[in-house]
């Protein structure tokens, strides 16, 4: 399954180097359950904190969604409370579901903290002059007195 940009809608903010493919296992364990075992290699763009312009990030994919038929739901949602293993509740009769926001999720888990695109950049700092403050001249009429005592 390949997908690219213009059919993730919910990627605002993570932007994608190129389409990437998404290698996904079906197994039904039950009658109404189905578990997606999804795995996949992506290229993130980000911006490097050092150099200051944007680089490939690569990160793999590896996660599990349990699918769960259920007459109740109009069409499928995503259940909201995430541990390891993703949960969708979809309806039998619904032609679709979408798991754009969970691909989003777990690309975003893998952004690191503080991007670097090499270790070995070295950064020129602009060194600023320590600006001494200005000194309101009452204080030193008020220093003068406490020397004198």
């Given at each position: 399954?390949?997908?690219?940009?213009?059919?993730?809608?919910?990627?605002?903010?993570?932007?994608?180097?190129?389409?990437?493919?998404?290698?996904?296992?079906?197994?039904?364990?039950?009658?109404?359950?189905?578990?997606?075992?999804?795995?996949?290699?992506?290229?993130?763009?980000?911006?490097?904190?050092?150099a200051l312009k944007e680089f490939e990030?690569?990160?793999?994919?590896?996660?599990?969604?349990?699918?769960?038929?259920?007459?109740?739901?109009?069409?499928?949602?995503?259940?909201?409370?995430?541990?390891?293993?993703?949960?969708?509740?979809?309806?039998?009769?619904?032609?679709?579901?979408?798991?754009?926001?969970?691909?989003?999720?777990?690309?975003?888990?893998?952004?690191?903290?503080?991007?670097?695109?090499?270790?070995?950049?070295?950064?020129?700092w602009i060194e600023h002059e320590e600006?001494?403050?200005?000194?309101?001249?009452?204080?030193?009429?008020?220093?003068?007195?406490?020397?004198?005592?």
């Open positions: 399954m390949k997908f690219s940009m213009e059919e993730i809608s919910l990627l605002e903010e993570v932007k994608i180097a190129s389409p990437f493919e998404l290698e996904i296992k079906v197994h039904k364990p039950g009658a109404d359950k189905y578990i997606l075992n999804c795995h996949g290699k992506v290229s993130q763009v980000l911006m490097c904190s050092k990030h690569p990160c793999d994919l590896n996660f599990e969604v349990v699918v769960d038929l259920d007459a109740k739901v109009p069409t499928w949602e995503l259940n909201g409370d995430y541990d390891e293993v993703y949960e969708i509740r979809v309806n039998p009769c619904s032609p679709d579901f979408d798991i754009s926001e969970i691909i989003r999720q777990e690309i975003i888990l893998q952004e690191p903290m503080v991007p670097i695109s090499d270790e070995s950049l070295s950064v020129d600006e001494k403050p200005e000194v309101d001249p009452r204080w030193e009429a008020l220093k003068k007195l406490k020397k004198d005592s």
